[in-house]
């Protein structure tokens, strides 16, 4: 075939063109392309799990790459996904699937041999059909991996997976690494998704098992949910971290939220979600947002900070049939000011404003570097929230007006929480979002 005969620059521009049935129809051609084929075919692979898929494409992928090693060392990037099966909503995660007899023999050997403390529950757990004891064996089979990214149903549980991580990645004086197991050091981008209906998930905490993943030794982004301990802390000295340039958390409340933060002295994006349910962490994540401690917590990445988001969310404890208590905002925005690299900014409208309208004349705390600032309705489905949009955009009128604006502000846009469900944009509520806006020199935006 002439194919043959080109240079593999060639041959790869060509089977890039080609989506994934053709390139493997393509790999059954010839045997001198069918291993540069299926290091294509392998670089990116997807796996869904839904109710309808028996046996469960994760599985089936399993067994592929036990009978093929070396096409688990093509994969670079492995995405697992399913969110929910159907109305079955206490399902928390996937039913257990037991391995072929085959693929169990392969891959207790292939755990046995790793020479990890924790083997004999790895392959229990594995012999069970548990999802969690599938992913893993699935990570360790994959040393080259650069992208992880796990859905819903994939993340109820890590007791297996934190295991994995622990013993991987962290060092102490009981784990000095006599194993065999995968350094995954080209892995860069992590998305351990909030777990399937996390709000009812109050007994299986997962912040031992996630945060050696900030070990990673060149990780550049990072997505997780972490549950709130009684004490924060490392399981090993705190992580260095240089390389972790973005980060998404959700769950975890202010308090801990600076531990988090100190030792990641690069990193430039920050997405952060308040969440409080009554008997999710209780006693530790209380209704009360503190803005003191979740400043002195941007503070650890002052320096470096350029993009930060906040989110905030509540919820009703799982058997109540009401709203939960009134949430309370204390302290003050005022260190803003100092998150010195600061471009742009998203954050509830009510941590700035509270909940309803005041003629008090509240100072803006934001950094001179800032250029966008965006404000979010966040929290305003509960009871205490009296804005509208008449109030919203005479409530930012009146703070531009008696804005002392810095000479070396980069203030250009700001965008409003309107209008809010059921509103809409009339033609001269824009005409007079752009005279406000014109008045203070700069851009007044709305959500679209």
């Known amino acids: 075939m002439a194919i043959l005969n080109q240079s593999h620059d060639i041959l790869f521009c060509i089977l890039d063109l080609l989506p994934p049935p053709s390139l493997n129809s393509t790999s059954k051609l010839t045997k001198p392309i069918r291993s540069v084929t299926e290091a294509r075919l392998y670089n990116s692979v997807t796996a869904a799990w839904a109710p309808a898929s028996v046996p469960p494409p994760t599985a089936l992928l399993l067994r592929t790459l036990l009978e093929r090693p070396d096409l688990s060392r093509c994969v670079r990037h492995l995405r697992l996904v ?7 909503v206490r399902v928390c995660e996937p039913p257990s699937f037991t391995l072929d007899s085959a693929s169990l023999a392969r891959a207790s050997a292939l755990i046995s041999a790793m020479g990890v403390s924790f083997a004999d529950m790895w392959i229990s757990e594995l012999q069970s059909g548990s999802i969690d004891a599938i992913v893993a064996t699935l990570l360790v089979t994959m040393p080259n991996l650069e992208t992880l990214y796990l859905d819903p149903n994939f993340t109820v549980r890590s007791r297996v997976l934190g295991s ?3 013993s991987t990645l962290v060092e102490t004086p009981d784990n000095r690494h006599h194993h065999q197991l995968p350094s ?4 860069r981008n992590v ?13 299986i905490n997962n912040s031992a098992d996630l945060l050696p993943l900030f070990y990673l030794p060149n990780l550049q982004h990072l997505s997780i949910s972490l549950d709130n301990p009684l004490c924060f802390d490392w399981p090993a000295e705190a992580p260095k971290a240089p390389s972790l340039k973005s980060l998404e958390v959700s769950r975890l409340r202010e308090a801990a939220l600076a531990s988090l933060l100190a030792p990641l002295s690069q990193l430039q994006h920050l997405r952060w979600n308040c969440f409080y349910q009554p ?5 530790i994540s209380t209704n009360v947002i503190q803005l003191d401690l979740m400043i002195k917590a941007f503070h650890q990445v002052r320096h470096t900070l350029t993009d930060l988001t906040v989110t905030a969310e509540t919820r009703r404890s799982i058997m109540a049939f009401y709203e939960p208590p009134p949430v309370q905002i204390r302290g003050s925005l005022d260190g803003l000011l100092h998150l010195g690299a600061l471009r742009r900014l ?10 309803s309208e005041s003629s008090t004349c509240l100072r803006l705390p934001l950094p001179s570097s ?13 009871g205490q929230w009296q804005w509208y949009d008449d109030s919203i955009v005479s409530a930012i009128k009146s703070q531009l007006e008696c804005w002392d604006r810095p000479t070396d502000s980069s203030l250009r846009r700001i965008v409003l929480p309107i209008p809010l469900q059921g509103g809409q944009m009339t033609a001269g509520r824009r005409e007079q979002l752009r005279e406000i806006g014109n008045d203070a020199g700069l851009e007044l935006s709305w959500r679209e």
């Open 82 to 88: 399913g969110d929910g099966f159907g109305h079955e």
């Open 164 to 166: 994995l991580f622990q």
């Open 184 to 187: 995954f050091r080209n892995l």
């Open 191 to 203: 998305t351990f998704s909030r777990r399937f209906n996390e709000h009812l998930q109050l007994y």
């Open 279 to 283: 008997d999710l962490d209780e006693g």
């Open 346 to 355: 998203s954050m509830p409208w009510v941590f700035l404003m509270g909940f």
């Open 370 to 382: 800032l250029e966008e600032l965006v404000l979010t309705d966040d929290l305003a489905d509960k």
